[in-house]
């Protein structure tokens, strides 16, 4: 994990990659939503991709945003069922008014249940999705050959890793914009440097079975 945080600022390219990464979260918290991170989610993929490679690559790559946009489409096709049914539970418990009587308890628990292991799931398989496009260069190899990476020791220890990193660092991150003025900006400075991180944790676990 230690390699993994250090990982960002390797490198000829690290500190400038940093940089570009922390302009896309900076962009994306005060103007530009979702759009601004395009560019990130290509670069993402790139490092996962790239579990083996000691440095970071440039950030600055025409193929980033290439690879930004086919992420996307990956992230959204992935993303249907699990949010959906994350929606539909959600429309059930708020749409039932009253208390719910025992059964519904019931029902609800199990939708609830279902719908994180889905989420759980979508975030398991994405980035094995993700480095099998960019690896390959095509966006049909982002549906394929995932159950061989993602049933492998290697690859679980470095997804598990990789998203305490992710999951605290965006934690972080959104406490410290939220606050506003100087925080925005080390918020997100914070969200970037974790997603690097985490990618180049899960990474090493995807290069370990590829």
Partial sequence: MWEALRYPIRGDYGEK????????VFVHAIALPLVALVPLLGYAGTLL????EPEPPSFLERSVLVRGLTASVLTIGYGI???GAALVAVQLFLGAGEPPDQDQALFL???????????AGYAYVLPIALANTVREG???????DLI???GHAAYFVGWASGAVIFLL???????LVDLGGIFTVVGSLVGAYATLASSRRIARGYAAVR
């Avoid at 990659?17 to 896309?24: E, K, N, P, Q, R």
């Avoid at 991709?49 to 083996?52: E, N, T």
């Avoid at 095509?138 to 394929?144: N, P």
């Avoid at 660092?169 to 406490?175: K, L, Q, S």
């Fill in 49 to 52: 991709a790239r579990g083996s």
């Fill in 109 to 119: 628990l199990a939708g609830s249940t279902t719908v994180l292991v889905l989420l």
């Fill in 138 to 144: 095509s966006l049909r190899a982002g549906f394929t």
């Fill in 169 to 175: 660092g965006v934690a972080i991150a959104g406490t």
């Fill in 148 to 150: 061989g990476v993602a």
């Fill in 81 to 83: 069922v699990p949010v």
């Fill in 17 to 24: 990659a940093v940089i570009a990464a922390w302009l896309c």
